[in-house]
């Protein structure tokens, strides 16, 4: 279980600071070339908000991807953590039968010998 909860805290992190980059890019304004500038010169002014909200929408399609993308790894996580520890759990079942025969036999060896 602890390897569970270290590996959601590592995809928890990495996603958090992707989405804090995403952030960063969306906020801060992007070097503008030539082209940029007459285009914007020559624009009207409300495409300046349109394109703000433009950033928004795939700021938050990115945001919801990102979700997307960690809730499908942790339930891979899980299922394979589930595995790891069924299959534990059947070996340690069969070596403790095995054992308790062996103890059985031993016990049963040393009445017939007294």
């Known amino acids: 279980m602890t390897e569970l909860q270290v590996a959601y805290d590592e995809l928890k992190s990495s996603s958090e600071k992707e989405l804090s980059d995403l952030r960063g890019r969306v906020s801060s304004p992007r070097p503008s070339t030539s082209k940029d500038l007459g285009e914007r010169a020559g624009a009207p ?10 950033l ?4 938050q399609e990115e945001q919801l991807q990102l979700e997307e993308s960690h809730t499908q790894e942790m339930e891979r996580l899980r299922a394979h953590y589930r595995q790891q520890a069924a299959d534990s759990e059947e070996r340690y079942a ?3 039968f095995m054992l308790q025969q062996r103890l ?9 010998d007294r």
């Open 45 to 54: 002014s409300t495409s300046l908000p349109v394109e703000l909200q433009r």
């Open 56 to 59: 928004k929408a795939e700021e």
């Open 94 to 96: 069969a070596e403790l």
């Open 104 to 112: 059985q036999e031993v016990a049963g060896t040393q009445t017939h």
